[in-house]
């Protein structure tokens, strides 16, 4: 267990549809960031935030957002939904926000039907 | 573009034998090469890095050799097991203001048989 925790673990939707996935980071650590994983594209990063900002984005969709909160829980908001969005998304944390080890959450599979 | 490309995509071995992971990076920026382990249905987890200052680190069985002038990295597994059967996926960023983004590679399928 590496202490980060993500909600909910599966969600099924429908095409056009907005959901939200939450991640949680270990307790102390500050930056938190989001991946993509599907079958043809290996790991995506999407977005870090550090406290709160964000600092560095991947190739994130425009219909894709995300934030971080006060007490550092962090969420993923995928609107407008497709099924090429199908897919497993990783939320990682870190103590700070450059070289150090970034531990992964569970995954929430998401699956668009 | 930030690219890091990864060869083999699979890579079968008895156990016992030796498997080499190889990574080439893009981005003659990058300071810090992190390589991660996923078994089936699991989250990645982190089992090396280099930063760019060091050419070669050890844990175990299980080093990493990087070539700066070349961009390239390695992952040398020895005296394989089968519990070292996952996909391991090799990454590439460069620190900038704090930042960490991380490019992985497209991942390594490794089956160690008994």
Redesign the interface.
Known sequence: DSGVTQTPKHLITATGQRVTLRCSPRSGDLSVYWYQQSLDQGLQFLIQYYNGEERAKGNILERFSAQQFPDLHSELNLSSLELGDSALYFCASSVAGGHYEQYFGPGTRLTVT | GENVEQHPSTLSVQEGDSAVIKCTYSDSAS??F?WYKQELG?????II?I?SNVGEKKDQRIAVTLNKTAKHFSLHITETQPEDSAVY?C?A?K?T???????????TRLAVHP
């Open positions: 300071n810090y992190p699991k989250r990645p987890q982190l890095d930063r996926f990454a960023s620190r203001g704090g930042y960490n983004k991380l490019i992985f590679g497209a991942g």
